[in-house]
C-alpha cells in the first residue's frame, strides 16, 4: 500500500531519495579522457558503434575534469605524469569514482623500473580495476557496470 | 676509406691527435675531451658537416677508465657523409666542453646526457634536466642504477607487500 495505488494511472512511481540519486548517478555518469597508452585504443572502442558505451549512459567523454564524474585511467603513469593525474583527480567535483584500466595503471604491468607508478592506487584511490594487456572493450564495459553496482549500493551521507 | 675521409684524417690526426676507427663502413674518429670543441668547428667550417644528427653516450661499466663514450654524428649534406665522434670519459664526475655555440640542437642532447648519465658539460647555457622530474636523485641510465622499483606481488607475499605499498588516500 503506498502512494502509486492511490494515484491510480497517473505515473507515479515511488522509491528511496538514495535510490534515486544513486540511479541517476549511474545512468548519467561522463568519464574524463585519460588516455595515457595502448589502453586508450580499447576505450575508444568501447565507445565506438560496435560496443557503443552511451547504452550506459555514457554518450560524453568530457575533456574537463570539472564537468566528469568518473576517470578512466587507461594505460601506464610514469612518475612524471603522476603529479598532473592527481591534480586533475582533486579538480573533479564530489561524486567522483576511478577506474584503474589495463595491467600498467593498476600494478606497474610489465614496466617493472623507476619510470612508472606501480599501480594507479598510489596516486588516486581506484574503485574498479579492469585486468588485462590491454583489456577487450567488454572487459572495460564489466568494470564499469561493477562500478554500477557499487555507486548503486552506496550510500547518501558518503557523500556529503 | 673514400678522399674526403683522407683529407680530414690527414688534417684532424696530426693536430688533436685523433685516432680513427673504420666499422662497416662507418668512420669514427676517437678524441680528447678538450679537442672537442675545436674539432667539431674545423668539421662544420672546413668540412661542411653542418648538422649535428645526434649525441649520445655509452656506458661502459664496470670499467672505470674509460667508464663513458660520449658520441656525436655528424653529417654533411654537402657531401652526403656521416662521421662519427667518440670520446672517452673517466667514470669519476665526468666532464666535457659543451658544443651548443657551434650546433645549437646540442642544447637538449646534452641536458639529457646530463639527466640520463650525469655527464657535466662546461659551458652549457642552462643545464638542467629535461625528461625526469628536476627533483630526481640518480641518472637513470648509468649501468649501476637500480633497475626494478618495486617488488613484484605475488600469492605467497601478498600481504607482505600490501602492509608495505603506499596508497593514496581520499
Redesign the interface.
Known amino acids: 500500500m503506498g502512494i502509486e495505488q492511490k494515484l491510480g494511472n497517473m505515473g507515479v512511481i515511488t522509491l528511496k531519495l538514495e535510490e534515486a540519486i544513486n540511479w541517476s548517478r549511474t545512468k548519467a555518469m561522463w568519464p574524463m579522457l585519460f588516455g595515457l597508452a595502448c589502453c586508450a585504443i580499447e576505450m575508444m572502442s568501447a565507445q565506438a558503434a560496435n560496443y557503443d558505451m552511451s547504452r550506459f549512459g555514457m554518450e560524453l567523454m568530457r575533456a574537463s575534469p570539472r564537468q566528469s564524474d568518473l576517470m578512466i585511467v587507461a594505460g601506464r603513469v610514469s612518475r612524471k605524469m603522476a603529479p598532473v593525474l592527481r591534480r586533475l583527480y582533486d579538480q573533479m567535483p564530489d561524486p567522483k569514482w576511478v577506474i584503474s584500466m589495463g595491467d600498467c595503471a593498476s600494478c606497474g604491468g610489465i614496466f617493472n623500473n623507476y619510470a612508472i607508478v606501480q599501480g594507479v592506487d598510489e596516486v588516486v584511490p581506484v574503485d574498479v580495476y579492469v585486468a588485462g594487456c590491454p583489456p577487450r572493450p567488454e572487459a572495460l564495459l564489466h568494470g564499469i557496470l561493477t562500478l554500477y553496482e557499487k555507486v548503486k549500493s552506496e550510500k547518501l551521507k558518503d557523500w556529503a | 676509406m673514400n678522399e674526403l675521409i683522407d683529407s680530414i684524417s690527414a688534417a684532424l690526426i696530426q693536430q688533436f691527435n685523433a685516432e680513427i676507427i673504420e666499422f662497416q663502413g662507418e668512420v669514427s674518429l676517437v678524441l680528447q675531451p678538450d679537442h672537442i670543441v675545436s674539432v667539431c668547428q674545423v668539421l662544420k667550417d672546413d668540412f661542411h658537416f653542418e648538422l649535428l644528427a645526434e649525441e649520445t653516450a655509452v656506458d661502459y661499466w664496470p670499467e672505470q677508465a674509460p667508464r663513458f663514450h660520449i658520441i656525436y654524428r655528424l653529417r654533411s649534406l654537402k657531401h652526403n657523409e656521416i662521421i662519427g665522434i667518440r670520446v672517452p670519459l673517466d667514470g669519476n664526475a665526468p666532464s666535457i666542453p659543451s658544443i651548443t655555440a657551434i650546433y645549437a640542437n646540442a642544447n637538449w642532447f646534452e641536458r639529457e646526457l646530463w639527466d640520463m648519465f650525469g655527464i657535466g658539460f662546461k659551458g652549457h647555457p642552462d643545464l638542467r634536466r629535461v625528461i625526469?622530474?628536476y627533483d630526481?636523485e640518480g641518472h637513470?641510465l648509468r649501468k649501476d642504477?637500480?633497475?626494478?622499483?618495486?617488488e613484484?606481488?605475488f600469492t605467497f607475499n601478498f600481504d607482505q607487500i600490501d602492509v608495505r605499498?603506499?596508497?593514496?588516500?581520499?
Open positions: 625526469m622530474p630526481w637513470p642504477y637500480p633497475l626494478g622499483y618495486e613484484v606481488q605499498k603506499p596508497y593514496a588516500q581520499e
